[in-house]
T-cell receptor, first 115, second 111 residues
Framework: DADVTQTPRNRITKTGKRIMLECSQT?????MYWYRQDPGLGLRLIYY???????NKGEISDGYSVSRQAQAKFSLSLESAIPNQTALYFC??????????????FGPGTRLTVL | SQQGEEDPQALSIQEGENATMNCSYK?????LQWYRQNSGRGLVHLIL?????REKHSGRLRVTLDTSKKSSSLLITASRAADTASYFC???????????FGKGTMLLVSP
């Protein structure tokens, strides 16, 4: 089984709809991240969480919110989706103390299209 | 804003040749990492080099870091068609808090 999973893998929705993307991990990592990827722009950080009670905004948090329901779960919500939120969304985890490394482990991504 | 900037944006080579990708960044860092992404899939960590290191090897990968020039290079030796992917550098600042990714280099290795 994959260590970092994302659901759904693909989603098409309409402008104004509320959307939730979910991320689960079995790695036991404390830190979790949400990124979006647009063609030619690389990955940009939306939100990150270093433990269940810690939530931090990233570079592009406007229009997004997150919830850290448990150590293993980190959800990203688009309260009112707009077309320029069409992108590939990635969840990632890390735990320098547990793994001894600062590397991040990525999920397979969710392709979101907002019409 | 993007911290790392990869160069070139795209690289096309033949199998067996070496591929070199460069990354420049703007502020001081704790470490620099390289990731690989196969088309539309999640990123996979390749190698990490700390700010006090100048060169690191892992299999066919060689990474260099020049903190005075704020640049790094990734060399893939004896490329294979399976190396076809996008490669991203990512920098971690002194606070170890988050990574900032560059825009990536798209590598195409033809058989």
């Amino acid at each position: 089984d994959a260590d970092v999973t994302q659901t759904p893998r693909n989603r098409i929705t309409k402008t104004g709809k509320r959307i939730m993307l979910e991320c689960s991990q079995t790695k036991g990592h404390d830190r979790m991240y949400w990124y979006r990827q647009d063609p030619g722009l690389g990955l940009r950080l939306i939100y990150y969480s270093f433990d269940v009670k810690d939530i931090n905004k990233g570079e592009i948090s406007d229009g997004y919110s997150v919830s850290r329901q448990a150590q293993a779960k980190f959800s990203l919500s688009l309260e009112s989706a707009i077309p320029n939120q069409t992108a590939l969304y990635f969840c990632a985890t890390s735990d320098p103390l547990l793994s001894g490394s600062h590397e991040q482990f990525f999920g397979p991504g969710t392709r979101l299209t907002v019409l | 804003s993007q911290q790392g900037e990869e160069d070139p944006q795209a690289l096309s080579i033949q199998e067996g040749e070496n591929a070199t990708m460069n990354c420049s960044y703007k502020t001081s860092i704790n470490n620099l990492q390289w990731y690989r992404q196969n088309s539309g899939r999640g990123l996979v960590h390749l190698i990490l080099i700390r700010s006090n290191e100048r060169e690191k090897h892992s299999g066919r990968l060689r990474v260099t870091l020049d903190t005075s020039k704020k640049s790094s290079s990734l060399l893939i030796t004896a490329s294979r068609a399976a190396d076809t992917a996008s490669y991203f550098c990512a920098t971690a600042d002194g606070g170890y808090s988050t990574l900032t990714f560059g825009k990536g280099t798209m590598l195409l290795v033809s058989p």
